[in-house]
């Protein structure tokens, strides 16, 4: 069965750079949701969005905004990066609002 | 206090033996429950939801729900090697989006 995809799979950036994370839900899916997983911490809920539009809102900085697009499709742009933006950034999908949530593998992203 | 929480252990069982893992959590207004199996760097994958009170059997997993206590439990029977991993119990929030993990259990399945 078809996952969810999201790339790149690894992103190694500088400080202050910008990063911009892609998810592409299971097929037929409506919404998207993105976490943020730190060393040896639960992943912490961004931000999510259905039929394109944000759905709720986390604790996602300032510096970071998201989209979904008419095809489903979800984009995390981040800006001024900072070391502590080093983390695994987790896109995950769902049939409707309330749904069971099936996770991508995960964007490793590393900010020197 | 965290939403839902979760002891880090870990937790280690023999081979075949059974393990069981819980969780609380604080957020009446929760309805929907699940539990994610992660390997080290890797994603959260699916193991169990939950919805109603009582117990939910899918193979080697059964989960419980107790909402009066607030108590979410798993259980794998025949434990083995390769469900070594870090087991998350998520709360579907009562906004229905967002999951609020607990900081998850490690497992070892010791030979």
């Known amino acids: 069965a078809a996952g969810v995809i999201q790339s790149p799979r690894h992103l190694i950036k500088e400080k202050r750079e910008t990063a911009t994370l892609k998810c592409y839900p299971i097929p037929r899916h409506d919404t998207v949701y993105w976490y943020q997983q730190g060393p040896g911490q639960d992943p912490q809920f961004l931000i999510s969005?259905?039929?394109?539009?944000?759905?709720d809102k986390g604790s996602i900085p300032d510096r970071f905004s998201a989209q979904q697009f008419s095809d489903y499709h979800s984009e995390l742009n981040m800006s001024s990066l900072e070391l502590g933006d080093s983390a695994l950034y987790f896109c995950?999908?769902?049939?409707?609002?309330?749904?069971?949530?099936?996770f991508g593998p995960g964007t490793r992203l590393l900010v020197l | 206090q965290k939403e839902v929480e979760q002891n880090s252990g870990p937790l280690s069982v023999p081979e075949g033996a059974i393990a069981s893992l819980n969780c609380t959590y604080s957020?009446?207004?929760?309805?929907?429950f699940f539990w994610y199996r992660q390997y080290s760097g890797k994603s959260p994958e699916l193991i169990m939801s939950i919805y109603s009170n009582g117990d939910k059997e899918d193979g080697r997993f059964t989960a419980q729900l107790n909402k009066a206590s607030q108590y979410v439990s798993l259980l794998i029977r025949d434990s083995q090697p390769s469900d070594s991993a870090t087991y998350l119990c998520a709360a579907l929030g009562g906004g229905g989006n967002k999951l609020t993990f607990g900081t998850g259990t490690q497992l070892k399945v010791e030979l």
């Open positions: 957020d009446r207004v929760s309805q929907s």
């Open positions: 995950a999908s769902s049939l409707g609002t309330g749904e069971t949530q099936y």
């Open positions: 969005f259905y039929e394109k539009m944000q759905s």
